[in-house]
């Protein structure tokens, strides 16, 4: 049997910490991460902040390189197309099965969401990436498939890795127009337009990627 260990608050707090940094774009890929100059900066030892980056290593966020520290983990272009290819099929499936079940408080919810992106002013990325991403799970939620939205969970980490390359995104006037088609769709209790709608938002966001990329030159996408 193994060794019984007690949680430890400071090493979930450091975990965390970098976890959301990371997610909410803050910590960019290719960021190099200091273990102890983030220790010093966290006002703890530099055990917890090691075990954080192993976790955030095995979750495929993190890179961790002998001699050369650890780095935000810079996804590839067939990575890109991989993750929003199963990504446009998941909410394709999910907005077709919320404009059939979602609540009058949930459309309420997603129009919310839709005009506080509209609010945030444009130099505040995370913040915009993070209501974007509250609008799509609110949106998959609305589906009342548990299942469809705990697999479109497991996606966040590659999705926040791939966002991070593209920071105006969410307020673009093509995204805007884009999700007022999906939750029009959704409103008019449409479920193939709502799911073409969807389809069609998730496959241009990785066209926009893709050319993000290869305007950088690959520096970024080694």
Same mark, same amino acid.
Do not use: C
């Given at each position: ?88 099929? !998941? @909410? $394709?499936?999910?907005? *077709? &099965?919320? =404009? +059939?079940?979602?609540?009058? #408080? %949930? !459309? @309420? $919810?997603?129009?919310? *969401? &839709?005009? =506080? +992106?509209?609010?945030?002013? #444009? %130099? ?5 990436? *993070? ?92």
């Amino acid at each position: 049997m193994t060794e019984f260990q007690r949680p430890s608050s400071v090493r979930e707090a450091a975990y965390l910490h970098l976890r959301e940094s990371i997610l909410s774009g803050i910590l960019l890929p290719g960021t190099r991460i200091s273990e102890p100059g983030l220790a010093e900066s966290l006002g703890i030892s530099r055990t917890p902040v090691r075990e954080a980056l192993q976790r955030l290593s095995q979750e495929g966020l993190v890179e961790l390189s002998p001699g050369r520290g650890a780095r935000v983990r810079v996804i590839t272009p067939q990575e890109v197309r991989e993750v929003y290819e199963v990504r446009a099929l !998941l @909410e $394709a499936e999910g907005a *077709r &099965l919320a =404009a +059939l079940n979602a609540t009058g #408080a %949930e !459309l @309420e $919810a997603l129009e919310e *969401r &839709l005009e =506080a +992106l509209d609010r945030i002013p #444009a %130099e505040q990325y995370p913040e915009q990436m *993070r209501v974007d991403f509250e609008f799509h799970s609110l949106l998959m939620e609305a589906s009342h498939n548990r299942t469809l939205v705990r697999v479109y969970q497991d996606l966040r980490s590659g999705l926040a890795l791939v966002r991070a390359h593209q920071q105006t995104l969410s307020q673009h006037p093509k995204t805007r127009e884009q999700h007022h088609q999906i939750l029009k769709a959704l409103q008019q209790r449409e479920a193939e337009q709502a799911a073409r709608a969807a389809r069609a938002h998730v496959l241009y966001f990785m066209e926009v990627v893709l050319e993000a990329a290869q305007r950088q030159g690959g520096q970024q996408w080694t």
